[in-house]
């Protein structure tokens, strides 16, 4: 399963950007996301990686206490797609991130030995 991520962008400080994550073949792949956990990541320069939402098989949500409040994460199964909607940015937010597939959610990203290309959010004024 191969996820693509898109939705990033460069925003002032306190508004909104909803990323997505969809399989590399489409809603017509074959490839559903509705056997995973899907969980998204993010790594700013100079940091590690680190995991910041993740939506289990049953919709379950779970939050890092950084975005906790803040980011809203969901699926639409119709088009085989996990959204990451980010509100209240703060510069701090500011990396590239990724989304991966798992069996369930432990958002660990040691866990992965391969990430896609990501999708940049910057957060300036």
């Known amino acids: 399963l191969q996820l693509v991520e898109s939705g990033g962008g460069e925003v002032q400080p306190g508004g909104s950007l909803k990323l997505s994550c969809a399989a590399s073949g489409g809603a017509a792949s074959g490839d559903s996301l509705d056997y995973f956990a899907i969980a998204w990541f993010r790594q700013a320069p100079g940091k590690e990686r680190e995991g910041v939402a993740c939506?289990?098989?049953?919709?379950?949500?779970h939050y890092s206490d950084s975005v906790k409040g803040r980011f809203i994460i969901s699926r639409d199964n119709a088009k085989n797609t996990v959204f990451l909607q980010m509100n209240s940015l703060k510069p701090e937010d500011t990396a590239t991130y990724y989304c991966?597939?798992?069996?369930?959610?432990?958002?660990?990203?040691?866990?992965?030995?391969?990430w896609g290309q990501g999708t940049q959010v910057t957060v300036s004024s």
């Open positions: 939506i289990g098989v049953s919709d379950s949500e």
């Open positions: 991966q597939a798992e069996l369930f959610c432990t958002t660990n990203p040691t866990n992965f030995d391969s």
